[in-house]
């Protein structure tokens, strides 16, 4: 069982930053994919960044160049750095665990974090 812990979400002006943060508990974090996705009002939910038990890395089109994923495994954390942020991207964010090993199974998924883009 994984829990994964939002934060950093607010109101932004557009063209301003934020940086989102999941903390996640258990010993086995280094073996789960992670991603972070967005649901807007009336819309599915989608994937903004995704970042492997290796390192590599993946981004919406709407995102590449302007949001950065990363994570630590010695902290069990996964972050979303988002710059020159766009009303488009307001949205609630949630972090998301996929184990990504042959002897864990599961997917997780956080509370969310509102971000709003607005001036």
């Known amino acids: 069982q994984v829990q994964l812990v939002e934060s950093g979400g607010g109101l932004v002006q557009p063209g301003g930053s934020l940086r989102l943060s999941c903390a996640a508990s258990?010993?086995?974090?280094?073996?789960?994919?992670m991603g972070w996705y967005r649901q807007a009002p009336g819309n599915q939910r989608e994937l903004v960044a995704f970042?492997?038990?290796?390192?590599?890395?993946n981004y919406a089109d709407s995102v590449r160049g302007r949001f950065t994923i990363s994570r630590d495994n010695a902290k069990n954390t996964v972050s979303l750095q988002m710059n020159s942020l766009k009303p488009e991207d307001t949205a609630v964010y949630f972090c998301?665990?996929?184990?990504?090993?042959?002897?864990?199974?599961?997917?997780?998924w956080g509370q969310g974090t509102q971000v709003t883009v607005s001036s």
């Open positions: 998301n665990a996929e184990a990504a090993h042959p002897l864990i199974k599961g997917e997780y």
């Open positions: 258990g010993r086995l974090f280094s073996l789960y994919d």
């Open positions: 970042i492997t038990v290796g390192g590599n890395t």
